[in-house]
């Protein structure tokens, strides 16, 4: 089992930045890829960005690319989303997710393991 816990979620005025942490005490990250995805009010959870075990592979929404680098730090555990140039469009739950497989996963049921989610605020 692994669990997930996020940080770095708040309020931020549109055209900010925000660098969100995902953090897996204990037993350490899975295998596999980890990915973020958000959920707004209302909408489904969607994906936002996925990195592969190595950290050497990263692929991203299209409503990201270009604002947002995901980076992971396997020494210590740890998988980051630095989010740049935040619109009003970005204000989310946003949660950390741990895959037990290789493949860079843009569906929620390709991962196994899920934060509790941050919220992330973009006031316009």
């Known amino acids: 089992q692994v669990s997930l816990v996020e940080s770095g979620g708040g309020l931020v005025q549109a055209g900010g930045s925000l660098r969100l942490a995902c953090a897996a005490p204990?037993?350490?990250?899975?295998?596999?890829?980890m990915g973020w995805f958000r959920q707004a009010p209302g909408k489904e959870r969607e994906f936002v960005a996925a990195?592969?075990?190595?950290?050497?592979?990263?692929y991203y929404a299209d409503s990201v690319k270009g604002r947002s680098t995901i980076s992971r730090d396997n020494a210590k555990n740890t998988v980051d989303l630095q989010m740049n140039s935040l619109k009003s469009d970005d204000t989310a739950v946003y949660y950390c997710?741990?895959?037990?497989?290789?493949?860079?996963?843009?569906?929620?049921?390709?991962?196994?393991?899920w934060g509790q989610g941050t919220q992330v605020t973009v006031s316009s």
């Open positions: 997710a741990a895959s037990q497989r290789s493949a860079l996963g843009r569906y929620a049921y390709q991962y196994d393991y």
């Open positions: 204990g037993r350490g990250f899975s295998s596999g890829s």
């Open positions: 990195i592969s075990r190595s950290g050497g592979s990263t």
